[in-house]
């Protein structure tokens, strides 16, 4: 059955950074694009970045891109989101996706992904 598990959320300093990664089991992580998402307090769950499975081309919305950066580590089961200059509009739970698509396209769309993590708290905050 396939688990994804997020880690690395926290409360940093406009202007911090932090690293999130999501670990996969159950599944050949090269045999999906994984996509981030977030979701703020009454807002809607939103995507911000995927990579895709085979070639490691990377996508990022616009309030994200510059600033974060999406990678993969195949031989651990692991996507990892780096996220430098944070500000306080990026406070969100954090998802991240998988199992749905192959290739990027489409990523932004919740519906397209069958695999959820259990999200991790970010709180950008002075």
């Known amino acids: 059955q396939l688990k994804l598990v997020e880690s690395g959320g926290g409360l940093v300093q406009p202007g911090g950074s932090l690293r999130l990664s999501c670990v996969a089991s159950?599944?050949?992580?090269?045999?999906?694009?994984i996509a981030w998402f977030r979701q703020a307090p009454g807002k809607e769950r939103e995507g911000i970045s995927c990579?895709?499975?085979?070639?490691?081309?990377?996508y990022y919305e616009d309030p994200v891109k510059g600033r974060f950066t999406i990678s993969r580590d195949n031989a651990k089961s692991t996507v990892y989101l780096q996220m430098n200059n944070l500000k306080p509009e990026d406070t969100a739970v954090y998802y991240c996706?998988?199992?749905?698509?192959?290739?990027?396209?489409?990523?932004?769309?919740?519906?397209?992904?069958?695999?959820w993590g259990q999200g991790t708290q970010v709180t950008v905050s002075s």
């Open positions: 996706a998988a199992d749905g698509l192959f290739y990027c396209s489409g990523y932004a769309t919740a519906s397209n992904f069958n695999a």
């Open positions: 990579i895709n499975n085979d070639d490691g081309s990377t």
């Open positions: 159950g599944l050949a992580l090269e045999s999906s694009a």
